[in-house]
């Protein structure tokens, strides 16, 4: 992994879980809905920002490398970035 | 709060933070970035489910009151539901 | 329906056929991808908005009469506001 | 672009245009706003059928030949794959 991009995303994660700590907290108190709703979309936004880095690190070494080795591993390293592409417009 | 929501509603926050440290986690070890790309839309996924839980609580609690009162109760009732919605489409 | 909200939506809905006629022609001349994409993505938004139009439209008619008669009718009008927010999450 | 990918992303298109059309009328003639935001939530989710084909043939033919290239080809591929990433996270 880029280093760079490992500390921002271990960085954002941490802030994550302290977000979602927060929500718990909020649902415990029976905070008004839409003020936990607005902090939970939050949180899904924040999500959207890492996944950005982990496929900016995926596409910079792995992609990268498969590309350059062609054949089965260019084959897998599309059919994968597809996967993520489609999973990422799903969030039911 | 809907007693039965609520206890569903943390239920599922709950999980989410065990999903979110594992995700933490993997990208510790640095883990195939593919791997760590889809825990974390999954988590997106079941964030929308935490979401889903919450509007429905509110319509049936907070949004009821506000439209019977009317005016401009019912008025800021439309007014929040459309920002949620506005909202939970923009997850960049 | 909302007269001004049926204006602005037939406005918008007219204005998406030209992006969508756009996109077709672009796939025909074999534009650059990412072109084609960010039109064809700057459509999906643009459908939100019109979606925003038609939730405000519901809102503000039927569920206020569904709400108003209550039982049934309530219980209808929440399955179906929870519905849509569902499938509006979900854009595979 | 691949023969068979255009061939299919111009099918597409198509059906979409009619479905639009379809929306139109439904707003016209003033139908249930939750049958008409189903069909529009429809149109959004082909859409993103529509995206996930123009990414593949992006995937398949340019981003090949810009990793293979190398250097700033390569640079300029991973900005705008991640461009797309971000503006189909963000439908407004």
Redesign the interface.
């Known amino acids: 992994?880029i280093a760079d991009i490992?500390k921002r995303?271990?960085h954002r994660?941490?802030i994550?879980?302290g977000q979602?700590?927060g929500?718990?907290k909020m649902?415990?108190n029976?905070d008004?809905?839409?003020d936990?709703?607005?902090q939970?979309?939050a949180?899904?936004?924040s999500?959207?920002?890492?996944?950005?880095l982990?496929?900016?690190?995926?596409?910079?070494?792995?992609?990268?490398e498969q590309?350059?080795a062609g054949g089965d591993d260019?084959e897998r390293?599309?059919d994968?970035?597809?996967?993520?592409?489609?999973?990422?417009?799903?969030?039911?």
């Open positions: 992994m490992k995303a271990l994660a941490r994550l879980e979602l700590r929500v718990e649902i415990e029976e008004y809905c839409v936990i709703l607005t939970s979309l949180i899904q936004k999500l959207g920002s890492l996944n950005k982990l496929v900016e690190n995926h596409l910079r070494t792995h992609v990268a590309f350059e260019r390293a599309v994968e970035l597809l996967k993520v592409f489609e999973l990422s417009n799903n969030r039911g």
